[in-house]
């Protein structure tokens, strides 16, 4: 089984982009009334909390990562 792997520049920017995403998606519902507005709001909230869960896991992985030693596990 091959693993895929996503460039580092990429990686670090998707919580942005999915959060720039989402706010564009609630920007066109409520900019739009013949769009699926429904949709478009469940979408774009989805995004916006994807990219914040995302973002605030990476920062917790971090930052509690730093401190511990993962090499005490295996003594």
């Given at each position: 089984m091959s693993r895929f792997w996503i460039p580092r520049p990429l990686y670090e920017a998707m919580p942005y982009a999915?959060?720039?995403?989402?706010?564009?998606?609630?920007?066109?519902a409520f900019r739009f009334e013949r769009a699926p507005q429904g949709a478009l709001f469940a979408a774009g909230g989805g995004f916006v909390v994807l990219g914040l869960v995302l973002w605030m896991k990476r920062r917790d992985y971090r930052s509690t990562h730093s401190e511990y030693d993962p090499h005490s596990i295996d003594e």
């Open positions: 999915f959060v720039a995403l989402g706010a564009f998606l609630l920007a066109v």
